[in-house]
């Protein structure tokens, strides 16, 4: 389908539904044509810091051009380069600049930081209680900060478990639910085809390259599925708690104990996985949907893959001991904008239904409002979405203050102890030790 005929698409349900967003006084009514309201008058353009390049993100372009015709504000969107988007953008805000109105940036990697240095303007007063009711309840703590709204996600980005569906089924297996059941499977698909001493098929596979935020999201998702968590209430660890222990020694025995998996998952990220997937190299693996789906879903892989939430510790229940790891990209309002009633508008606009219903049907990836999940038209574009929907209403997202000094620590302490250079006892204990002495908590 093209983007004339997305667009026509989408313009059409606007018109009909007026449904999900604040732009004038009444709740759950979309403003469209005369009178203009005060907060749009006078204001000509927004600029928006995009995460990375637009030719990734055609959505964006597309929900914005979509704001620009109902209210007549152009925006601007700047394609940050993605080997400074953090110093880029904290710069500016530090500085004071009113360069960017709107940033597009997952709350992950600054939040609270940007709010407690004052660069953020709350948005509760302009976000309908319907929208807010639309996202999965778990991650919304992440954008909040003493019972204010700062971001409102566009789209998420839940961890899942891929696996080659046809060597799976040729063991007589099926997908694994638990750690137990993990291992057990792994060990079958775990072979020396050739006899040659060397194994040519792993049974699993997972990222842990020392860049801080690959291991933050894959010690994340083991931790979580543990029944553990990152932070305390106070901000103080909660991770070097038994859990954590657990979930850190059981990604330490899948190379060392079980041999499962390969040295080289230190080195990872999630694009060598998917390669190493795609052919047959590594039988199951977990990782990013939103970055893996795509590739995974479409030929010629597709029909030799399938995707389940990722294994649990045994004895627990999914969603009443715990919740799946997640992260996701949203929009916020700089403080210092000089239009920020319209740059508030444009954030909420973005965590609407249309601008979501974009996010999966034009670049396939998983909305946040969860009242997209009844589309079928979106169910039929992104690749494995019953069972990543699944996750995505089942998963949070836990923030903190430092986050690239606590990621970076994290991957020396996690990389350690896989091999072996410490006991995962004696890791955690580094790492909280080291985050205290670096002022991380």
Not at 113 to 123: E, F, R, S
Not at 274 to 292: F, K, N, P, W
């Amino acid at each position: 389908m093209s983007r004339k005929v997305v667009f026509f698409i989408l313009v059409t349900v606007i018109v009909a539904s007026f449904s999900s967003i604040t732009f004038a006084g009444d709740p759950g009514k979309l403003w469209y044509g005369e009178p203009t309201p005060e907060w749009a008058k006078g204001v000509d353009k927004l600029r928006v810091f995009n995460l990375g390049a637009l030719e990734y993100d055609p959505a964006i372009v597309e929900f914005c051009l979509m704001f620009e015709k109902i209210t007549g504000i152009k925006v601007d969107l700047y394609p940050a380069p993605s080997a400074t988007l953090l110093e880029e953008a904290t710069r500016s805000l530090a500085l004071g600049e009113s360069t960017y109105d709107v940033l597009d940036f997952p709350p992950i990697w600054c939040m609270p930081d940007w709010v407690d240095a004052g660069w953020l303007v709350p948005l509760n007063d302009v976000i309908p209680q319907k929208m807010i009711e639309q996202w999965p309840p778990a991650m919304v703590p992440s954008t909040m900060k003493d019972g204010k709204i700062y971001f409102v996600r566009h789209q998420t980005e839940p961890r899942v478990l891929f696996y080659r569906k046809d060597l799976v089924e040729g063991v007589g297996a099926k997908k694994p639910t638990t750690w137990s059941e993990l291992v057990e499977l792994a060990k079958k698909l775990t072979l020396d085809k050739n006899g040659d001493g060397n194994i040519d098929q792993w049974g699993y596979g997972y990222s842990a390259s020392p860049t801080g935020e690959t291991i933050h999201e894959t010690y994340g998702s083991f931790l979580y599925v543990a029944g553990g968590k990152f932070w305390k209430e106070d901000g103080t660890p909660a991770f070097n708690s038994p859990e954590g222990l657990e979930a850190l020694r059981f990604m330490v025995d899948l190379v060392n104990k079980y041999k499962v998996s390969p040295p080289g998952v230190i080195t990872y990220r999630e694009g060598p996985l998917t390669d190493l997937l795609g052919s047959g190299a590594v039988a199951m693996a977990e990782g990013d949907a939103s970055l893996m789906a795509r590739v995974l879903g479409s030929k010629p892989y597709g029909e030799k893959m399938a995707v389940a939430a990722p294994p649990h510790r045994d004895g627990l229940v999914p969603g009443k001991d715990f919740k799946y790891f997640n992260k996701g990209i949203a929009y916020c309002v700089n403080k210092n904008s000089k239009h920020i009633e319209a740059a508030k508008r444009l954030a909420v606009w973005a965590g609407g239904y249309e601008a979501n219903w974009l996010e999966g049907a034009v670049e396939l990836n998983i909305p946040a409002n969860t009242s997209v999940f009844e589309s079928s038209f979106v169910r039929s574009r992104i690749p494995f979405f019953d069972e990543i929907s699944k996750v995505v209403e089942a998963s949070q997202v836990e923030t903190h203050a430092n986050m690239s000094l606590f990621e970076d620590i994290l991957a020396k302490g996690v990389i350690s102890a896989i091999r072996q250079e410490k006991t995962p006892e004696e890791a955690l204990d580094w790492m909280v030790s080291e985050m205290k002495r670096r002022k991380v908590f």
